[in-house]
């Protein structure tokens, strides 16, 4: 962990922003649907039940559309890994995004929307918990498929390459003069992309001197992305595991004893 820590500047607003919201949205919809467990007031402002969880899971939508932004935008801010630039991490980093995405998108098919964005709290309750796949291979899979994301997210990170990143003399010459230019940054700075030949309007380059030979096509790769794959990323995404793990031990309780009362006979009885 210490070496992690060392490609990391705590400091850095990007990556305090994450860090806040990371932390902060599962801490706003377990305390919004306890709220509205206990008093129903969310139900009654909608006049709906439904309406109330349509709309709590829209704001939760937007706010993991900003935590992602976040996170992303604290790994472009901050130094990369050379280890993690090698085809092996960038394929596993694949692998990892089409795994949790697998189990993202299949939790969300079994449950519904209500019954993924916290519909039990809303007095929306399905027949029985839902056992079949994803949920017959892990608990929780729609957490731990959101963080197999972001770490595939921390490893293949990638952002638009900008004609210039900066003062021009930061830029050497290594082709023709027709404007195609590698960045020439010091070793430590964390803007290097030593992967990308950067050209205008995007299009093609010769291969680089730093590239992996089976990384290109034809000898030519594409000049408008940059890879950045990110120690800080490993570290925020240690920080969403950590974070869902409170969470689901804050939610597995009650998500249990609602359908426990629910299959009981007094409750079939009522």
Known sequence: MTWLLGYVD?????????ILAITFNPLFWNVVARWEQKTRKLSRAFRSPYLACYSLGAAILLLNVLRSHCFTQAMLSQPKMESLDNPTAYRTGLALLGVGSAFVISSFLALGFTGTFLGDYFGILKEARVTTFPFNVLDNPMYWGSTANYLGWAVICCSPAPWSLGDPRELEKVGPADGRCLPALPAESPRRAH????MPLGGTGPISRKQPKDTVRGGQVPCNIVLHASPTGLLLTAVVALVYKVAVLYEEPFTAQIYQQKASPSHKRS
């Open 10 to 18: 705590p400091s850095d607003p990007c990556f305090v922003a994450a």
């Open 195 to 198: 992967w990308i030949l950067h």
